[in-house]
């Protein structure tokens, strides 16, 4: 059963949702303000965020970027009354995956619901990654560069899939740090350096590059 987790601080519009969303087979958790909402929304405990922009404690866009800086990778809808261009925009910048204008229509938000539960992340996790020369199989823990097989360990693993997911795109070592080895692992650590090195060896130093100040781009 998918979990969605409510983060909305008119009690009577999560009342609303929560019924609407109980009675579609949903199960649902409501919090009302935004740092509780931002400390409670992972992944292992939700499989979809709706999420209010205008919240008590912490606005909700900084409640977007906070879960998102932190390597959340839960579908995020966004509900709100700010339907300007510009706070779309902005939403969709911070990490959201849909965005909806209140006044809505219930069945509106559920068919946008479904739509996002629909691509699985667990299978979408599981597929072969082909980047310029490198193949990466998730569940094979197999990995090849021109046809021959390259041997890694699991946190090399985990890296190499991460860049290999975002091809071309800087990312920070904080980025890094968060999605390989996991909330709660010291910032100061120079970790993902030792392993940029260890990548660096075993597939080639062209393909990492080090963007001075911020992380490494994966170049194919
Ligand atoms: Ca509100």
Redesign the pocket.
């Known amino acids: 059963m998918n979990r969605i987790l409510i983060v909305?601080?008119?009690q009577r519009l999560s009342a609303f949702l929560e019924r609407g969303l109980r009675s579609s087979g949903y199960t649902t958790t409501v919090v009302g303000d935004g740092v509780a909402g931002a400390s409670v929304a992972s992944d292992d405990d939700f499989d979809l965020l709706i999420l209010?922009?205008?919240?008590p404690g912490k606005d909700g866009l900084d409640v977007l970027r906070e879960i998102r800086e932190r390597g959340e990778r839960l579908p995020v809808i966004i509900l709100?009354?700010r339907s300007e261009a510009s706070d779309r925009v902005s939403g969709l910048e911070a990490g959201a995956d849909d965005y909806i204008g209140k006044p809505f229509h219930f069945e509106e938000l559920l068919a946008r619901i479904r739509a996002r539960l629909r691509k699985d992340p667990a299978s979408e996790d599981q597929a072969v990654l082909r980047v310029g020369r490198i193949v990466l199989d998730p569940r094979t823990h197999w990995v090849t560069a021109d046809g021959s097989t390259v041997e890694l360990s699991a946190r090399e693993f985990e890296l190499l899939r991460t860049f290999l997911e975002h091809p071309d795109q800087v990312l920070s070592r904080e980025q890094l740090l968060s999605r390989v080895w996991g909330f709660g692992y010291d910032p100061g650590s120079n970790v993902v350096d030792v392993y940029v090195g260890y990548l660096r060896r075993k597939l080639g130093s062209a393909h990492f590059t080090t963007v001075r100040g911020v992380g490494y781009r994966f170049t194919p």
């Open positions: 909305e601080d008119e209010d922009m205008g919240l709100t009354a």
